[in-house]
């Protein structure tokens, strides 16, 4: 069965860190870029990391950029979302997805979008208490 696997959520203090795990399952992910979303109660899950598969170069959102630093090991099969100096804002549920490399051309105009991507994990709840 084709399907990425997130873990590492949990319930942290303002100020600390998580380490997220993407693991791909039934596939290799390669050529693939790997995007970070997340969910808050209540408002639209928005994209806010991205990797690319063959050069593993990155993208970041302002609302996260110099706080998360996204990797991938091709050979597990996994992407990684350190996040460090949480806040309360980043509370979501936080899901990983994949992007084939035939919708490159798609996914250069609009990384963030959802169209671009085609296949999600369950999602794992990251909590930052105050």
């Known amino acids: 069965e084709v399907q990425l696997v997130e873990s590492g959520g949990g319930l942290v203090q303002a100020g600390g860190s998580l380490r997220l795990s993407c693991a791909a399952r039934?596939?290799?992910?390669?050529?693939?870029?790997i995007g970070w979303f997340r969910q808050a109660p209540g408002k639209e899950r928005v994209g806010f990391s991205f990797i690319v598969g063959n050069d593993a170069s990155t993208l970041y959102s302002d609302s996260v950029k110099g706080r998360f630093t996204i990797s991938r090991d091709n050979a597990k099969r996994t992407v990684y979302l350190q996040m460090n100096n949480l806040r309360p804002g980043d509370t979501a549920v936080y899901y990983c997805a994949t992007s084939s490399p035939r919708m490159a051309s798609q996914w250069a105009l609009n990384p963030a979008g959802w169209e671009v991507y085609d296949l999600w994990g369950q999602g794992t709840q990251v909590t930052v208490s105050s």
């Open positions: 039934g596939f290799t992910f390669d050529d693939y870029v």
